[in-house]
């Protein structure tokens, strides 16, 4: 597939207004400042393709992008912003897990976490959602650029050891947009979810 193509469809306020439940999705899901949206752009090669999931009083929805005919690429929105009342994170995250299990075209998510601060909280529920619906995860841990390589191989060890306990199917992987590491790997597991 030719991630380049990717192009903005629709934004939906909640799971109940999204497109129809035909083709293939793959779904993006990480604490806001994660490095979802440079992700996309990096996978899509487009500088601002995710910028509309950043306009004030988008980023609580949820973008969809399509990458060829009916298969989409879901930005959910990033959670954990502090200063969001606790009603409405605990009313998000209920549609969250509801998108997670009833969604009948998700194939795959994708968790993407700050390598020095991973499997917070929510990003264990979103995991842990993902893998009692049968989803397959891939794990990104982001900005690996961050840290020298012994660092980033202790935690990709930790995080890859932690996951065990899910009992699901979840790749982890170093990540980084801005030194296009973990592109291919990303790629190769879209691929993957969008033929099947
Ligand atoms: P989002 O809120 O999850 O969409 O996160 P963004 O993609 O907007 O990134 C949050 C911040 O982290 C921004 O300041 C980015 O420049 C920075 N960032 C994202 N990816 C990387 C990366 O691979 N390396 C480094 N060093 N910084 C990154």
């Known amino acids: 597939?030719?991630?380049?193509?990717?192009?903005?469809?629709?934004?939906?306020?909640?799971?109940?207004?999204?497109?129809?439940?035909?083709?293939?999705?793959?779904?993006?899901?990480?604490?806001?400042?994660?490095?979802?949206?440079?992700?996309?752009?990096?996978?899509?090669?487009?500088?601002?393709?995710?910028?509309?999931?950043?306009?004030?009083?988008?980023?609580?929805?949820?973008?969809?992008?399509?990458?060829?005919?009916?298969?989409?690429?879901?930005?959910?929105?990033?959670?954990?912003?502090?200063?969001?009342?606790?009603?409405?994170?605990?009313?998000?995250?209920?549609?969250?897990?509801?998108?997670?299990?009833?969604?009948?075209?998700?194939?795959?998510?994708?968790?993407?976490?700050?390598?020095r601060h991973p499997l917070k909280d929510l990003d264990q529920q979103m995991i842990l959602w993902a893998v009692e619906s049968k989803l397959q995860v891939l794990v990104l841990l982001t900005k690996a650029d961050k840290l020298a390589s012994g660092a980033r191989k202790t935690q990709l060890n930790m995080v890859r050891e932690a996951v065990l306990s899910f009992n699901g199917e979840v790749q982890v992987e170093a990540f980084s947009s801005l030194k296009k590491q973990g592109v291919d790997k990303l790629r190769e597991k879209l691929d993957n979810w969008f033929s099947s």
């Not at 497109?19 to 601002?48: C, H, I, M, W, Y």
């Not at 992008?65 to 200063?83: H, I, N, Q, T, W």
């Open 1 to 115: 597939l030719n991630y380049q193509k990717t192009h903005f469809v629709t934004s939906a306020p909640d799971i109940r207004h999204l497109p129809a439940d035909t083709g293939v999705e793959v779904a993006f899901a990480g604490r806001s400042n994660a490095g979802k949206s440079s992700a996309l752009n990096t996978l899509t090669q487009q500088k601002n393709l995710a910028r509309t999931s950043k306009t004030p009083g988008r980023t609580q929805l949820i973008n969809l992008f399509e990458v060829a005919e009916g298969k989409r690429l879901v930005d959910l929105p990033g959670y954990g912003y502090a200063e969001v009342p606790e009603e409405i994170k605990l009313k998000w995250q209920r549609s969250l897990g509801e998108y997670l299990e009833k969604r009948q075209c998700l194939q795959g998510l994708v968790v993407l976490m700050d390598i």
